[in-house]
Every structure is written in structure tokens, then in C-alpha cells.
């Protein structure tokens, strides 16, 4: 069965800089994917390669098997590709519906439909098992995990196939990591595919699948979570594992290879 997403050979360049060399990514239906790496590695630029925000210069993006062009938002969304931010976009002055539809309002006869928003926004927070005192108050008084989740939330409102969370336990507490480490397994286990961008390993560790590496722009290793070590993603993350031993050791493969 073909990756819901798969990018092959992406590199992007921005001016003189190369923030991508020919990487490989791919993530499946029902898994959570893991993409760490140190300041500068490049995960950002993936983040705008999947979204549609920065066009790779090379390579090629397949969705669902097929070969396809991410050249804006727009076409990610229509695509199926949806994307929760750091910042998570949320307006304080509106409700908890106000923030879900922003942009998307239901309508009757040329007039908001309240009442159709307010009966579907209680049904996807159900769904999920999000709780959150009133669908009615704003969003400025809900915790910083309550936000979090009523951003995921929001994303889900087009039935998207991929969800791309961007540090999405960034500035919270314990109890509020909780949760929206709880929302994520729920994404899995309702089919997603969910690619998660974190600098804590003890989040990724705890719900990943796969682990994708990146480090100066490159593939540097995938790894699954069930069979490898924090200190093994650490040492990938930092280049430790790239040392001249290891280089030595892959010349001699090389060479064996070669001679057999």
C-alpha cells in the first residue's frame, strides 16, 4: 500500500543558502511520524515544502500514490494536507465556533447558520474527546492546551488525510501535554496520518511510530520508536554518529560491495 504522502529527492535553495538536499519522507495512513532535528536542519523548510508555502526547486511529491504539485496552501488543503502552526492563528475575541469556522462559516439563506456551526462543533470536540467548559466562550480564556487542541480541531473541519502539527506542546505544562499528546494518538487511531515537528523527545518518543532525522538539510536516519533508543535519535540529531570511524567503516562496506 502507497504512503498518503511521499517526498522523494526534495531539495530547496534560498539564495545561496541550501536548506534541502535531495530528503526522503514519507508517512502512512494510522501512523504518527516524528520529524526532529537540531536548529537549522531544515525542518522548517519542510513544514513550507508540505504546505505549500516554499516550492521545493527539486524532486517530486506524491499523495496517495499519485505525483501531485504543492505550489500554495490552497492546493495543500484541496489536496488533503492540513497544517497547525506554533503560533496557532487562533482570534481571542471570538468563541470557540467563531475560531473553528474563521473563514469557513456555514451559511442558511445568505445568513450565518449559529446554530448548524455551534450542533458541529460540539459533535468534532466529542469526537476527539476534547473537553472544554462552553463551545461559547472565547478562546482567550482556555488554557494554552485547550487552544492547542481547538486549533487541531479546526484543522480537522475539512477531513484532511495528512495533519502536520509544528511543536504543538511548545510552552506547556505538564497536565496540558498531556492532553494534546492524548489528541494526537486519537488522530492515528481515527486514520491520519499526522507528521509531528517537536524538539522534546520525551513527546515524540511517547507517540511516535517512525522517526525521521534530519541534520544540515539531509536525511540522517529513520528510525522506529519501538526499537530504538532516545540516546540513538540524540546522537543522529547532533551528527555524533557521524564521526570518521563510521565514514571509515562505510568506505570498507563500499568497497567490499564492490569486490564481491
Known amino acids: 500500500m502507497a504512503p498518503v504522502l511521499a517526498l522523494r529527492g526534495i531539495s530547496k535553495r534560498y539564495g545561496a543558502v541550501q536548506a534541502l538536499s535531495e530528503v526522503e519522507l514519507e508517512v502512512n495512513e494510522g501512523e504518527v511520524l516524528a520529524l526532529v532535528g537540531d536548529n537549522g536542519a531544515g525542518k522548517s523548510t519542510m513544514i513550507k515544502v508540505i504546505a505549500g508555502v516554499g516550492p521545493p526547486d527539486d524532486g517530486e511529491i506524491h499523495f ?23 503560533d496557532l492563528a487562533l482570534c481571542d475575541n471570538l468563541d470557540v465556533v467563531g475560531n473553528l469556522f474563521l473563514g469557513n462559516e456555514m451559511r442558511k439563506a445568505g445568513v450565518l447558520d449559529e446554530v448548524a456551526m455551534e450542533k458541529r462543533s460540539r459533535s468534532l470536540l466529542h469526537t476527539l474527546s476534547i473537553k472544554i467548559p462552553s463551545v461559547r466562550i472565547p478562546v482567550a480564556s482556555l488554557s494554552g492546551g485547550q487552544r492547542q487542541t481547538v486549533a487541531i480541531s479546526r484543522s480537522l473541519l475539512g477531513e484532511p488525510k495528512v495533519v502536520m502539527l509544528d511543536e504543538p506542546t511548545a510552552a506547556l505544562g505538564v497536565e496540558q501535554t498531556a492532553q494534546v499528546l492524548d489528541l494526537v494518538e486519537r488522530l492515528r487511531d481515527q486514520g491520519h496520518a499526522v507528521i509531528l515537528i517537536s524538539h522534546n523527545m520525551v513527546d515524540v518518543m511517547a507517540v511516535a511510530n517512525r522517526i525521521a532525522v534530519l541534520r544540515l538539510g539531509r536525511n540522517n536516519g529513520l528510525f522506529d520508536a519501538r526499537s530504538t533508543s532516545q540516546e540513538e535519535i540524540i546522537a543522529a540529531i547532533t551528527g555524533a554518529t557521524d564521526s570518521a570511524a563510521t565514514r571509515r567503516q562505510a568506505r570498507r562496506r563500499e568497497q567490499d560491495e564492490e569486490g564481491s
Open 64 to 86: 496517495m500514490g499519485k505525483p501531485v504539485t504543492i505550489n500554495s496552501p490552497h492546493a495543500a488543503q484541496a489536496l488533503g494536507i492540513a497544517t497547525v502552526y506554533q
